[in-house]
């Protein structure tokens, strides 16, 4: 009996000292899309949003709840140069290129939070300059004329005589 008790105790021993190397700390990130011409009741649900670490090839996708807001852990155990990415939903989003990455940056603890905000619009913007390569044309007109700017009666520069 005393023979089984020392094997017990020993091996509670071992299992106390290997047990904390083998529990891995996970890392959350959390953050949340906005919208400029949503309105305040939107439904934020089934964006998703891609988290990925340079370093690594893991790739993950988590999909926002209705307030806009997710959380996911991060693919590797080094932290450093990851980002999310705004991918997209079943609704059709129009987002610039400057609006849909974030850096992923330490907050406190293990939680990780986004440096920007993912941003995006519902409905097409009337200014594409900062979504696309459209060119107004916007010739000068006299002031006294009292005419509104030319980019509203000549909103591209056509294509005139293609050869």
């Given at each position: 009996m005393a023979m089984q008790l020392s094997f017990?105790?020993?091996?509670?021993f071992t299992a106390a000292l290997i047990l904390p190397s083998l529990v891995v700390s996970v890392s959350l990130v959390e953050g949340k899309v906005s919208c400029y011409d949503?309105?305040?009741?939107?439904?934020?649900?089934?964006?998703?949003?891609?988290?990925?670490?340079?370093?690594?090839?893991?790739?993950?996708?988590?999909?926002?709840?209705?307030?806009?807001?997710?959380?996911?852990e991060l693919p590797s155990r080094v932290k450093s140069d990851c980002e999310a990415e705004l991918q997209g939903s079943f609704k059709q989003l129009y987002a610039s290129k400057k609006n849909i990455m974030s850096k992923i940056v330490k907050l406190e603890g293990d939680k990780y939070g986004l440096s920007s905000k993912l941003i995006f619009l519902k409905s097409c913007p009337r200014s594409l300059r900062s979504f696309g390569s459209s060119k107004t044309v916007d010739l000068p007109v006299p002031p006294e004329w009292g005419l509104a700017p030319t980019s509203y009666y000549l909103p591209f520069f056509p294509i005139i005589g293609i050869p």
């Open positions: 017990l105790a020993l091996f509670l949503c309105p305040s009741d939107y439904d934020y649900s089934g964006i998703m949003i891609s988290v990925s670490c340079s370093h690594s090839k893991t790739r993950f996708t988590v999909s926002t709840d209705k307030k806009g807001e997710f959380m996911s």
